[in-house]
């Protein structure tokens, strides 16, 4: 995108705005043998008696090494969700300003449109859940200020085509989010390669699916060095909590064990995509890029509550946006997906 001034895009309020100072913003060089009283902490020692470090340095170091990006393009959030609010309140001034979304999709883009009054255009995707660029451009105007992309798509489980991403990247105006949670499932490539040369681009991730941290509440947000700097003025100062950087610390210490998870899920997921399609009431496995698969049976009402009845939760996405009777399975153990196979063979 050229000509891209992030100033043209930001509220009014945002363009200016001052953070809030803490006491670990005003004085970081914390050395053994100094004496802290400057943040009304209590001096006992619980582990966590201290505040956590408002800027995650060693985190963001860790996941910079890791992602091959610099430090001063991340931002974490409690959670991607919370970095998408982020984002709604940088860009959209409420009750003016649009974003577009792309159904069927993840929900909270519309959640977070709503609590924060932005009107959320929807383009629905096309029957073979791409985007429709034509669709998206035509509904854009000055006052659409994010577009959502999804790749891959929950619940569709598809990647976008990289070459309609592209095409938005240049195209569209405004700031293109791609989220990118379930990448690391995914044959695609990410877009983080390619974040110098679309200065509208914002790319999020987590450590919720294949780094199996859902519990700890870490989403990434990676972005040109400026968009990073506004984000980082309005996140709320300790977002991020000490015992989930120490816990993600730890955890991408042991990439070897992530991969060889995310492996055989991948593995149990071709598996569990054959065995689906030979059970009478499955009509279509989808092809997946993802951690689950969506499924079109007979009845989506009807064998979503047989199977709770059996004590199997599965995600009834029936009344979704081109998703009629499918339901959605996140790939389990091997134990847990034969379980699956087993009770939809008895139905
Ligand atoms: C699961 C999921 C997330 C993860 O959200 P967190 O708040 O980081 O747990 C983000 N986007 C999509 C599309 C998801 O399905």
Not at 211 to 240: D, H, M, Q, T, W
Request: glycine letters at 4%; hydrophobic letters at 40%; one cysteine or more.
């Amino acid at each position: 995108m050229k000509n891209f001034n992030i100033n043209n895009l930001l509220r009014d309020n945002i363009r200016n705005i001052k953070p809030y100072s803490s006491a670990r913003d005003e004085y970081k060089d914390i050395t053994d043998g100094m004496l802290f009283i400057d943040a009304n902490e209590n001096p006992f020692n619980t582990n966590v008696n201290r505040y956590p470090d408002p800027q995650q340095v060693k985190l963001k170091r860790q996941l910079a090494d890791l992602k091959g990006v610099s430090e001063k393009n991340i931002l974490l959030g409690n959670g991607s969700d919370e970095v998408l609010d982020l984002i709604f309140r940088a860009f959209c001034e409420p009750n003016r300003d649009k974003i577009i979304t792309l159904p069927p999709t993840y929900g909270m883009y519309s959640v977070l449109a709503n609590i924060n009054a932005v009107e959320n255009v929807e383009i629905q995707l096309q029957s073979d859940f791409q985007p429709n660029i034509e669709s998206i451009l035509e509904a854009a105007n000055k006052q659409t200020k994010v577009l959502f992309l999804c790749s891959p798509n929950n619940p569709t489980a598809n990647s976008f085509e990289a070459n309609r991403i592209e095409e938005l990247l240049h195209k569209f105006k405004g700031i293109v989010v791609i989220d990118e949670a379930y990448i690391d499932f995914s044959k695609e490539e990410s877009w983080l390669k390619r974040l110098q040369e679309f200065p509208n681009l914002i790319v999020t991730q987590t450590l919720s699916k294949a780094y199996g941290l859902a519990g700890i509440r870490l989403g990434i947000c990676f972005a040109s060095e400026a968009i990073i700097s506004v984000l980082n003025k309005i996140k709320p100062p300790y977002n991020i909590n000490q015992l989930t950087q120490d816990k993600a610390s730890e955890r991408l210490n042991t990439m070897e064990t992530i991969k060889e998870e995310v492996s055989t899920i991948l593995s149990e997921r071709e598996l569990l995509a054959e065995k689906l399609k030979d059970i009478s009431l499955v009509e279509t496995v989808y092809l997946s890029d993802a951690n689950f698969l969506l499924v079109k049976v007979d009845d989506a009402n009807k064998r979503y509550a047989e199977l709770v009845k059996k004590g199997i939760v599965v995600r009834n996405r029936t009344t979704q946006a081109l998703c009629e009777n499918c339901l959605r399975f996140t790939v389990g153990t091997q134990v847990e997906n034969e379980k699956l196979i087993e009770v939809l063979n008895q139905l």
